[in-house]
């Protein structure tokens, strides 16, 4: 099956990354139709707009027609990717997407996603959510490979994997069982082939992945998403989750997807995804993010109360949790910080005269509603302190007579492995700082942190279901010793000596 990459590959790669925020950085967004008669790159298109917030850097379509893939990939945000003329050009039956914020391999064009390979079979499409654990090892099995690779992702190689066992003579249910199982990490796929649709996720389900239907259930037009706002977008219906260790089957005018267990592990989907991550629109456990947001803020008001004028909460992820904190103790909320929404991920630094003379490009306070009042801040998570820091000045600087930070989530102690780009564990204030000593560096009068415990009993669901690794060091999945040396620090301080 012929494969025409398209000519925007063949540009270089964006300039170094912007100074890092305080936040743990995206996953990446995957999503995919199977639609005879639609236009599957337009709606794809837009459920890759829905996905916007997983991942900034590139962002790709492949679609299927007939004999032919046609693929479509560069930097940037997925409107600066694709238009109306491009995805004219791209029609078909079957499409997957991709929106990429690099964990794995860095930002370049050569790096975007989807992965488009042939086999003795005809092509296939491959796009990932996650990162791999053993890459280097797998990279090393397909070393006979390596003047093939174009890339340096982990996702490159499960598509190699993928590619070897088909060549082997392996159908392609059971060559993607076999790729599967050579992979240690976290990997949520979507794979389009001459044979339809396949979804998967790994054994632990730590990246999420669900699918619906676009009208009727008897024309079997199917949607995988990384979340359900991307079924929402174009008004999919939702199914059901692909379940963690779950490979599913659609085939095209099948009504039954063809659904079977390819390994069994306990289910440890991101807690970060409930917290921050996920859109809080998409619905987990069957409820919106944006229900469960608000509870943690109930449950950090109760633990961790404060006599305080009114509440404002970071926006965007943090406001839920502000209203819940604000409900619980009856504090007034308020909107203390407005946010520009337009700002996206700015590669134009500010020069350092403009950063002195403080520059807000992304938020700016409101001294009409903080001048002489005791405020409490909500945000979802602090990282490194950075931005953090300069949050609380501007309050201050805004007229707030005093700042107390409340943070909806436990402190972030420990890096992940599986798909959140965190830097280094000596960088994370947690792990490096007491509490007093945080206080001190953000400059607020006192600073507390929802518990785990209230963190997961706010989800109403079983506390074993979730990774916690980056608040406790828990790992589900082994990792090789170089691996772990790559982020953890030998001998964790501060917070992060009490964390595990």
Not at 235 to 263: C, K, M, T
Not at 265 to 278: G, H, N, Q, R, W
Not at 344 to 358: C, L, N, W
Not at 459 to 479: E, H, K, L, N, V
Request: charged content about 20%; aromatic content about 8%; proline content about 6%.
């Amino acid at each position: 099956m012929p494969f025409s990459p398209s000519s925007a590959q063949e540009q270089s790669g964006v300039e170094a990354k912007a100074e890092r925020p305080d936040k743990p950085e995206e996953a990446c967004g995957v999503f995919a139709v199977m639609a005879p008669q639609q236009a599957v790159a337009n709606l794809t298109y837009f459920g890759l707009y829905a996905l916007q917030h997983r991942g900034q850097e590139s962002a790709g379509i492949a679609v299927f027609d007939g004999s032919h893939v046609r693929l479509h990939k560069d930097m940037g945000l997925v409107s600066q990717v694709f238009d109306q003329d491009v995805l004219e050009r791209m029609p078909g039956e079957l499409a997957i997407g991709h929106n990429r914020y690099s964990t794995t391999g860095s930002s370049k064009v050569c790096n975007a996603q989807p992965v488009v390979l042939m086999t003795r079979l005809g092509a296939f499409a491959l796009a990932h959510n996650g990162n791999l654990v053993n890459a280097a090892e797998l990279r090393e099995s397909l070393s006979h490979l390596a003047g093939e690779f174009t890339s340096t992702t982990d996702s490159e190689l499960i598509a190699f994997a993928l590619q070897q066992a088909v060549d082997g003579g392996q159908s392609w249910n059971a060559a993607i069982r076999s790729a599967a199982g050579r992979c240690r990490g976290a990997f949520s796929l979507v794979i389009g082939t001459p044979e339809g649709l396949f979804a998967l996720r790994d054994g632990h389900g730590i990246r999420p992945l669900v699918f619906g239907l676009i009208g009727e259930p008897e024309q079997a037009q199917w949607v995988v998403s990384s979340e359900t706002c991307g079924l929402d977008i174009i008004g999919a219906r939702y199914s059901d989750d692909v379940q963690p260790g779950e490979l599913i089957h659609f085939l095209i005018g099948d009504p039954i997807p063809q659904r079977q267990r390819w390994i069994e592990e306990p289910a440890k989907l991101c807690v970060f995804e409930m917290i921050y991550f996920a859109r809080p629109d998409s619905r987990f456990f069957g409820e919106s993010l944006y229900s469960y947001r608000v509870r943690i803020g109930e449950v950090l008001a109760r633990e961790n109360p404060v006599d305080a004028d009114i509440v404002i909460g970071v926006p965007d992820s943090g406001i839920p949790a502000a209203i819940g904190y604000s409900q619980a103790s009856g504090i007034p909320f308020a909107d203390g910080l407005i946010k520009n929404r337009y700002v996206g991920r700015t590669f134009i630094q500010p020069t350092q005269a403009m950063r002195e003379a403080g520059i807000r490009v992304k938020l700016n306070p409101l001294p009409d509603v903080l001048a002489g009042k005791r405020v409490v801040v909500i945000d979802d998570s602090i990282v490194r302190g950075t931005t953090s820091r300069k949050l609380v000045q501007a309050l201050r600087d805004a007229g707030a007579t005093a700042v107390h930070m409340r943070i909806s989530s436990p402190p972030v102690t420990h890096p992940c492995f599986y798909g959140i780009d965190t830097d280094t564990q000596d960088h994370l204030i947690a792990a490096r700082l007491t509490l007093a000593e945080i206080e001190q560096h953000l400059g607020v009068d006192s600073l507390a942190y929802l518990s785990k415990t209230g963190m997961v009993e706010a989800a109403r669901s079983d506390s074993g279901q979730f990774c916690t690794a980056c608040f406790d060091g828990a790992y589900p999945i082994p990792m090789d010793e170089e691996v772990r040396r790559s982020k953890l620090m030998l001998e964790p301080a501060g917070l992060a000596a009490t964390a595990c």
